[in-house]
Structures are given as C-alpha cells and as structure tokens.
C-alpha cells in the first residue's frame, strides 16, 4: 500500500518496467520487417549484440599487456571450455555483419530509401557502417599476434601517408611511432568502451530516427500489409532470429575453427600481412597510387566515396522511387560499385590467387 492508501503494484511498477513493457506493447510496426527483402537491419542489430556478448566473455580473460596478450587469448581458446568456438563466433559475426550492412546499403540505395523524410536515418545509418571497420581494425591488434600487428604497422603506415593530419593521428592513436604497450592499451580501450558507447548513441539515433520517420514502402509486394505488436510479437521473432544466426556462426566455428598465428615480432620485418577481403579495393587503391599520389587512394578516393553517399539525400530528392525511373542515378551508382568490385578482384587475385608461374 501507498501513502495515499493505493495499492503498489508490486516491484514491477517501483523499477518503473510495467510501464515500459505496456509502451513497447502499444508500439505498432509493419509485420514485413522481417521479410526476406527487408530483414538486413534486424539480423545487423542481431549480429551487434552477438558481437558485445562474446567481446564481453573475451574480455574477461584478456590482459591487454604485450607480454601476455598473446598467452591469455591463447589460454582462453584452447584451455577454457567454449573459448575457442567463442572467439569463432565474434570472428565470424564481424564477416557477416559487413556483408548484411553491405545488403542494407544496397537496398535502401536501389528502393531511394534515402529521400527525403528519411535523411537522418540515411546518414545515421552510414555513420554506424563507417564506425564499424575501426571495431575490427583495433580489435585485430589485441591478440598480439603476428598477422594483428604486422597489419596494425601497414594501416597506421598508410594513415600516417595522409597530409597535415596524418602524423598526429598515428601520435594520438598509439601514443607514439611504434606500436607497443601504449597503443596496445588504447586500442584495448577503444574497442572495449568508447567505441561500443559511440555505436550505442549512433544505433540508438537511427531507431529514433526509424521510429519517427518511418521506413520507405515497398515497391513491389503486391500483398496487403499488417500491423503487429513491437512486443511481444516482433521481439520473439527478433529472440529467434538471434537464436538461429547464433546457432548458424557456432557452427561455423566448430567446423571451421579461427587460427590463432604466432607470437607478434616487432623485429620480423619479412612478414607480410595478407588484407582482409573488405579492405581489398582499397589496398588496391594504394597500389595504383604510388608515391607522391597515394593520399589519393588513401584519403582523397575513399573520403570522396563517403561523403557522395553522405549528401545523396539531398541531390537526389525524389519524388521517384522506382529503379526503373531513376537510371541515370543507378547507373552512376552501379557504376562505381562495378569498379569497387573490378579492384576487390583484383586485389584477391593478387595476395590469394595462385602463384604465378
């Protein structure tokens, strides 16, 4: 009983969560969001808290000390119970989260789901997908392997190429020219608290941003759409589509299990890392410009590439939304992504392909 002689209600409307769940439960969203067109964002969200459950678990038996990093990722996959297949998911998951958040670009880039009310929740969603990469590139120092370092060396290299500002972010990044225990420990850091942190707020901005302008309609269902319950309806079906890709990646793990490389040598400069399929076209980008011409394919190209997409709202207005009445548009599009593609090709053929004879 209250003060005022009214019951309670229990501990559930003192933590103030009856009162969340009958909002959740009063949120209405199409039933499609689901859908085999458009479920991208929902299994990305899935991959997202997939990958901070096992970052978690990681981080538990990790000592992000050049000394032992290597020794305690050793002991938690091949001495823990579940470490290995753990450390297989995370690995996995980050691989399909790029190829879903490549899906979704590519959707909401065919359908105009940029135009206008939705220019927020385009730019919001590019700014996630651009926050990505940088998880991977500090998580890959953290095992202090060889790969993970001699990699580490090759993109603060090219990051130290960039004019003016280039020399003051390697400074800042890892404390210093070389990669040690001061940048050890910021990438630690940064993977571990102000990266998740910064992807929360952005994550958070494009549901809001979802929420309250909408997603684009689709152009070529023709059956009637329905309205269902946020929760518990589409909540279960999210639960089970985590549960699924869950399953699916530890599968993959099992069978195909993430090697671990040899200690990192700072002084074994004979060892050449091999790029990861995502950075192939901009590896091959750096091999086109050499010299005095690489912070075209380092900054100039790629920076270019970026902002396009960033302003794309606003040069392409609608009120067309159909590929079909926008080819000039998806021409230009297609069109880089051909070229991106020609030199991701070419970029797997050359440090992957068979050895010329």
Known sequence: MTGSGKPSGGILEWLAIRNAVEKLGAQRVWSDALSWTRFTG???LALLVLLCLTG????FNYTPVPGTAYDSVDFAQFSLPFGGLIRGVHHYAWNLLLMVMGLHLARALVVAGYQPPRELTWISGLLIMLFIPVFIITGDLLPWDQKGFWSTQVRTSIMGSVPVAGDWMVRLLQGGPRTGIVALTRFYVL???VLPGTLLLLVGLHFHFV???GVSEPLFSTRERRQVSLFP???NRWLLLLLIITVALGAVAYLWPVPLGDPADPTDSNYIPKPEWWVLFLNQLVAIFRGPLMVLG???IPGALAAGLMVLPFID???ERHPLRRKAMLTVIAAIGLVLLVL???GYLEHYGPPPA
């Open 42 to 44: 929902s299994l990305a």
């Open 344 to 346: 991701s090709i070419m």
């Open 56 to 59: 978690v678990f990681m981080a």
């Open 298 to 300: 380092t900054a100039v």
């Open 191 to 193: 993977h571990l608290l």
């Open 317 to 319: 207005r609608g009120p």
């Open 233 to 235: 309806t589409m909540v």
């Open 211 to 213: 929420a309250h302008r």
